[in-house]
Every structure is written in structure tokens, then in C-alpha cells.
């Protein structure tokens, strides 16, 4: 019963701080099909899994599904202390959260180090969403040195926390409540090896977020994941419409200028982020839009022979960028530098022009249909 | 490439006579809005800020104060439409 060992760890902390021994002996039995834990290190206060530095096909598969959203919010590990290498009292103590992803890019980028790592509970959540919601906070880390009896496992008395945890952690109050000095390391898990071997010492670079391309497209498939309920709402109010004979969709080509509405605020967007030009990303989702419904126009409603069939033409223009530009106003969560104030400000200009444009368009779509114009 | 989203917003306000130059602020910022003046801490970019509060809160002397949240516009409006604060990432 994985579950039931796995929720004693995280939710019910009395039973873990009693023994806290047990911490670990739960999460064998919890994982240890699993294939990452590979063994125990024996330390005088009991025994610790060994984790594997390297990922095997189960663990790329969960990522990849976690990524489309299947089993998002369940893919997590019990929180606790765990060993790398051969790790000794002397060995450095890097903090996780235990979002199984998170625990992943940790680990593998350590082959060939020896080391503690000490998961915390963020109830399966990534560090940086976590330190932002507090779960990767101070009382936490607090919390769980004490629960592994971390002053007994090491003679040192130093943590090394990812940098993003920072908004969530106060180190001068860790130092306070526990006598561990919090280093912050490197942003990426990457870069460890380097900031270890520079004496816990992080460059500049160590310490900037970046967002590369394959850091943004991999952020895309849960942008359209998160279109399912949407999309079959439309699907079937279409479907209703159509049995009622209002027909604006019928085959496969009516579908294709929202598909590629949708697509340009999911994915192309995301992908061309800092090459189209202006800064709110719903102005990026917009303009794309307005391009993507010229063509539209120019290929499906003007035909050169004919003069422009103005109705459709209009309507795709009101309709198709506001579609773009929600679904790229929405990728500002996934972005690494946007501010709240800054998407406050961004949503206080762009709701209204959304809704004011996709509800023109929609007006106009039932009075063609009604009045047959 | 640095990354730049809307001027003149973020809430990110720093008080230098309360700073002690240990530099916190510069190791947690994720976006290089902090340096070093004459032995304290001056903010630099201050657009480039996320707010994400991480300099606030590791600051020892309570020099700085922003209004931490997180930049993301389907968590605003889901905190809207329940009247939660809740956050897009779940």
C-alpha cells in the first residue's frame, strides 16, 4: 500500500518524528520497485537509501508523462534523507523537494559525488512553485533536519539549498531555529559538480535563470494538456450547434483557423518568445494571432476572382487573436521572469480588449447566421 | 539574452540605510537586480525583477520589501473566480 506508507511520511508528521529511523525503511517499502534506490548506507543512527545517479526508462517515462499532465499532482517521493555515492559524516547535504522531478534532476547530475540529499515535503511540488507557496520554507527545512536526525548523520553543519528555493527560506532564520547554515547553490542541478569542486563558491551565471528555447518547449505540452476540458466544451457545443443547424463548423477545414489559434498561443509563442517583438505576452499572442487570421483570410474568405466575403473575413480578425492571446497571456506562469505586478498590469489592459474582441466576434458570427447576411 | 517584461511596475523597494552589505541579496536573486555600492546593496535593474521575494526574505536586516507573488495570469484569475490565492503551478 504505497499510499497509506506514503502519507504517513508526508502528512502525518508524528508518526515520523518519533522514529525517526522509520523514515527511510518507509520509503524502501514504498519504492522499492521502483528501481532508483539501489542499496543503504549504513550511518551510526540508521541505516539511509542509496539512490541511483542515473535514470532509468521508468523514471524518463514519469517525467515525460508529468510534463503532458498525467499523474502531475501524485508523482512524489516520501521526504526524508537519502545517500549518493558513499557519502560519510563529512559528506555535503543538498536539499530537494520531493516532486519525483525534482529529485530526478538532482540526482542524476550527481554520478561520482558523495552526498546526502534531504527531500523535504512539498507535498509534490518543484521547488521554486513550492518556496513561492511556502511548502519549500523555513519551517520545513527546520522540520525535517530534525526528523532524520541530520546533527547525528553528519559533522558539519551546513545545507546547501537550490537557489529558487530562496523565496521560500530565510537561511539567517534556519541558521537560528537549527544551527545549519543554508549555502545557496547553483540555479541548475547541472552546475553542482562545478560549485562544489570552486569550494560552494556559484558565478554569476550559476546564479541566473535562464529560458532557453528547449527550457520553454518543454513547458508546452501542459499548455495544451490544460486545454482538454475547454476543448471538449467547445467540441460538443458545436456538436449541439450543428444538431440545431447553426453550422459554422463542419469539416475539418472550418476547424483549422482556431487549431491554429490555439497552437500559436501554446506553443508558438513560447517557442519565439524573446524574437517577437513588445513585452506583455498577451500582445505576443495577439499579434501572432492577427497574422495567422490575415492568412487565414487571404486563404479561405478572399478569393481574387471574387470580391472580399467581408463577414467571415472581419470575423476571423475579431476572433482568432484574442484565442492566441489568452493562451499566451497564460504562459506567463510557466515564464522564469514575469513579475505580478507586471501581469496585473498586463491582464488589466488585455481582458477587456480579449473579451471585447472575441464577443464582437461571436455577435457577428450569430447575426450572419440569423439574419443571413 | 536577457529577458525584459513591462517597465516601471515591479514593487521592489530597498532601504539603504537599514543595509548591511552582506550581499544575501545578491546570491538569492535570480535576475542580477542587485550589486554592490560602497559597501551595500543598490538595485540595478529593477525591471528585470519577478518579485519573487527571495531577497526580502533572506535579508537579515529587513532592508528590502516587494510584494512577492507569482506573475501568472491563470492563477489571478482562478484566485479571482474562487476567491483563493491560488497559485497556476499547482
Known amino acids: 500500500m504505497p499510499e497509506k506508507n506514503m502519507s504517513c511520511n508526508t502528512t502525518s508528521s508524528q508518526c515520523c518524528c518519533g522514529q525517526s529511523n522509520t523514515v527511510e525503511e518507509n520509503n524502501l517499502l514504498d519504492e522499492s520497485n521502483a528501481g532508483w534506490i539501489t542499496g543503504k548506507v549504513l550511518t551510526p543512527a540508521g541505516d539511509v537509501l542509496r539512490v541511483s545517479t542515473r535514470l532509468n526508462a521508468r523514471d524518463i517515462l514519469g517525467s515525460w508523462k508529468a510534463r503532458w499532465g498525467i499523474n502531475r499532482h501524485n508523482y512524489k517521493i516520501g521526504p526524508g534523507l537519502y545517500g549518493v555515492g558513499d557519502p560519510t559524516d563529512h559528506s555535503p547535504v543538498l536539499v530537494s523537494a520531493n516532486y519525483k522531478m525534482s529529485f530526478d534532476s538532482l540526482r542524476k547530475e550527481l554520478a561520482g559525488i558523495d552526498a546526502w540529499i534531504l527531500v523535504l515535503d512539498t507535498k509534490g511540488i518543484n521547488v521554486w512553485c513550492a518556496a513561492g507557496k511556502g511548502t519549500f520554507g523555513t519551517g520545513e527545512v527546520v522540520h525535517r533536519i530534525k526528523a532524520v536526525d541530520l546533527d547525528r548523520r553528519v559533522s558539519h553543519r551546513k545545507l546547501i539549498l537550490p537557489q529558487l528555493g530562496a523565496p521560500g527560506v530565510a537561511a539567517h532564520e534556519v541558521f537560528k531555529k537549527s544551527g545549519f547554515r543554508v549555502i545557496y547553490g547553483p540555479v541548475r542541478a547541472s552546475d553542482l559538480k562545478a560549485f562544489i569542486a570552486e569550494g560552494m563558491k556559484a558565478t554569476p551565471d550559476m546564479r541566473a535563470v535562464k529560458f532557453r528555447f528547449a527550457d520553454r518547449i518543454v513547458l508546452t505540452p501542459i499548455e495544451l494538456a490544460h486545454l482538454i476540458w475547454p476543448l471538449a466544451i467547445a467540441i460538443a457545443a458545436i456538436i449541439i450547434m450543428n444538431l440545431l443547424g447553426i453550422r459554422f463548423i463542419n469539416s475539418f477545414h472550418d476547424l483549422m483557423p482556431y487549431a491554429g489559434a490555439v497552437l500559436i498561443g501554446c506553443v508558438i509563442v513560447p517557442a519565439l518568445l524573446p524574437w517577437i517583438p513588445g513585452r506583455a505576452f498577451a500582445w505576443k499572442g495577439w499579434l501572432l494571432g492577427l497574422i495567422w487570421a490575415l492568412l487565414i483570410d487571404a486563404l479561405y474568405t478572399w478569393n481574387l476572382a471574387a470580391s472580399i466575403s467581408w463577414g467571415p473575413a472581419l470575423f476571423y480578425l475579431l476572433i482568432l487573436p484574442p484565442i492566441s492571446a489568452y493562451l499566451a497571456m497564460n504562459f506567463t506562469g510557466s515564464s522564469t521572469y514575469t513579475s505580478l505586478s507586471g501581469v496585473k498590469k498586463e491582464m488589466r489592459i488585455w481582458l477587456p480588449i480579449i473579451i471585447g474582441s472575441a464577443g464582437a466576434g461571436i455577435v457577428l458570427m450569430f447575426s450572419r447566421l440569423f439574419l443571413k447576411f | ?90
Open chain 2, 1 to 90: 539574452m536577457k529577458y525584459r517584461y513591462l517597465k516601471d511596475v515591479v514593487t521592489l523597494e530597498l532601504d539603504r540605510h537599514k543595509c548591511t552589505g552582506c550581499g544575501m541579496c545578491i546570491e538569492v536573486c535570480p535576475h542580477e537586480v542587485f550589486t554592490v555600492e560602497s559597501r551595500k546593496a543598490a538595485i540595478v535593474d529593477k525591471d528585470s525583477c519577478m518579485e519573487c521575494g527571495a531577497c526580502a526574505r533572506n535579508c537579515p536586516a529587513s532592508a528590502i520589501s516587494v510584494r512577492a507573488g507569482v506573475g501568472c495570469a491563470s492563477g489571478i484569475i482562478r484566485g479571482r473566480l474562487n476567491g483563493s490565492n491560488e497559485c497556476c503551478c499547482e
